[in-house]
């Protein structure tokens, strides 16, 4: 079938097959997803960190920002399930507190790379010529560093404060989303109903918009979702070095660094941090494989 032999009654009807196919499909990864017990391991534990962010002010025992001399450096106990640190206050309130800016600044971070990252990807492997080679060239110019190095070195230009490290690690971590969207647009920008749009006459943005980025999306969906404990790992290590969060907001990073000084005598401080880390982290990083194998069967068997 070429573009010319389509007609504009043709094209509406392969569109709508191709709209009842990927119906099909949803409901094909779905089940497939359900079947992979890591991931929907992973999901229980991402829905219990949001849960946790979201009735913060009931999950938590104690006001996270309350401090009291008399309770320093309780070890866990029933009134203290992870103790307390150096200024008395609870550390688990701390930390379930702690998720709500950490899922946030995740999310914020995802967000603003993702539309950087998409939108460069889909021109770049849209338009192609040297659009694509100028696009390419910064990606390849920004992933010879590693992420964190820029990061700082932007974050420390900026300042401190959340925003900074959203525009900070944002700013680097887009080159993953564009050379994967890239990667899917060459192959999709040549099937026929895409020639088909370009011979009635349709514009490239409406091209992309309608026909490109919907066959796209359950890419960037799994990139989402594997990023995510990229962004998190990333905004708590500049919390630690003082950019990100700081006291006395909770924060995961900048609570790990408060109980560094503390180890030896009140080690479940920055253990406790660590682990709600972890625990995020390999949450979306199950959900995120679990994604991909549903979308590509073959990739598992690899």
Do not use: C
């Not at 709209?19 to 999901?43: C, D, E, P, Y």
């Not at 939108?119 to 080679?133: A, E, M, N, R, T």
């Not at 590693?146 to 959340?162: K, N």
């Amino acid at each position: 079938m070429t573009s010319e032999d389509l007609s504009y009654e043709q094209l509406k009807k392969e569109i709508k097959r191709l709209k009842r196919k990927r119906s099909s499909q949803v409901n094909l990864v779905w089940k497939r997803f359900t079947k992979n017990r890591l991931a929907l391991i992973g999901f229980i534990m991402v829905s219990i960190v949001i849960f946790m962010a979201i009735f913060s002010p009931i999950v938590s025992p104690y006001d996270p920002y309350k401090t009291n001399p008399l309770e320093r450096f309780k070890p866990p106990s029933m009134k203290h399930i992870l103790g307390t640190d150096a200024l008395g206050r609870d550390v688990f309130s701390r930390l379930v507190y702690g998720s709500r800016i950490a899922l946030e600044i995740g999310a914020l971070i995802v967000l603003f790379e993702g539309m950087i990252g998409i939108s460069l990807g889909l021109i770049s492997g849209y338009f192609g010529g040297v659009v694509d080679k100028v696009i390419m060239w910064l990606v390849d110019v920004l992933r010879s560093f590693p992420i964190v190095v820029l990061a700082l070195a932007i974050a420390g230009i900026l300042g401190q404060g959340v925003i900074n490290v959203v525009i900070a690690l944002g700013t680097v971590g887009w080159t993953s989303y564009a050379r994967m969207v890239r990667s899917k647009v060459l192959t999709i920008k040549e099937l026929d109903y895409i020639e088909a749009a370009r011979s009635i006459g349709e514009s490239n943005l409406s091209i992309i918009l309608r026909y490109v980025f919907p066959n796209v999306l359950p890419t960037v969906i799994v990139m989402v979702y594997l990023m995510m404990p990229t962004a998190l790992i990333a905004s708590a290590t500049l919390s630690f070095l003082g950019l990100g969060v700081q006291p006395p907001t909770a924060d995961w990073g900048s609570i790990i660094a408060e109980g560094r000084m503390y180890l030896l005598k009140a080690p479940w401080i920055s253990t406790s941090a660590g682990f709600f880390i972890m625990f995020t982290v390999l949450g979306f990083n199950f959900i995120g494989d679990g994604l991909r194998d549903a979308l590509d069967p073959t990739s598992r068997r690899n």
